[in-house]
């Protein structure tokens, strides 16, 4: 058992995120050039301008006509976001074990803080799971991989919260936590994870659109 923890914590960490970066640069390169191929003119209109308008309008909760209509989705889904990056980027059992290995470390958030927000990405991964069941235009348009993105998501929250409390068998779940983060930062260039960062393009590129064609918001 203890070679396992060894192995998913070493090399498959570096494999995950060299998986990450590596295909995070290939997916960047690869959209960029089909969208030279395909659409040019759209690129050759992008606009800084709009583009940041557009961004940071839809950053802003409730400022796009999307958010105020669906204000319960709009609150679950800002929750989510924030909790699922924030926590375990300032989560004191990481920084421990990143100072340990290359002396860095950075501001914490307290172990109860962190707790309460991993309560809430399960929950708000609870509630998504509810709308593609119960809702039926949402449950129309899911497919298997919006289940397996949202498993991949959840399962690192679901497994750090029942070993942070001991709950079930320690050594299996702490195991099973750190190759369910691994499967989750390996996944985000090829899944709809990348979202993380095509969202920002799409909303530059229908930013420029609106802005510079229709002079119209989009948001």
Avoid at 36 to 63: E, G, H
Wanted: hydrophobic share 55%; net charge positive.
């Amino acid at each position: 058992m203890y070679g396992l923890y060894n192995f998913v914590t070493g090399p498959l960490v570096w494999a995950s995120f060299a998986i990450f970066i590596l295909g995070s640069i290939y997916r960047l390169v690869s959209m960029y050039a089909l969208a030279k191929k395909k659409d040019a003119v759209s690129l050759a209109y992008m606009d800084w301008k709009f583009s940041f308008r557009s961004i940071f309008n839809w950053l802003i909760p409730f400022n796009a006509l999307g958010w105020k209509k669906n204000p319960v989705l709009t609150v679950v889904t800002y929750v989510f976001h924030i909790c699922l990056l924030a926590t375990p980027i300032l989560l004191s059992a990481h920084i421990i074990l990143i100072e340990e290995s290359w002396g860095v470390s950075w501001w914490t958030l307290s172990d109860s803080t962190a707790d309460i927000m991993t309560i809430l990405v399960i929950v708000a991964c609870a509630f998504f799971a509810g709308r593609r069941l119960y809702q039926k235009d949402v449950r129309f348009l899911t497919t298997g991989q919006d289940w397996l993105i949202l498993t991949i998501a959840a399962l690192p929250f679901i497994t750090g919260f029942l070993a942070y409390h001991q709950l079930f068998n320690y050594q299996v779940l702490i195991i099973a936590h750190v190759l369910a983060g691994n499967i989750m930062i390996a996944a985000i260039p090829f899944t709809r994870l990348s979202h993380m960062f095509f969202s920002v393009f799409t909303r530059a590129y229908m930013g420029s659109e609106f802005g510079g064609i229709r002079k119209a918001k989009d948001w």
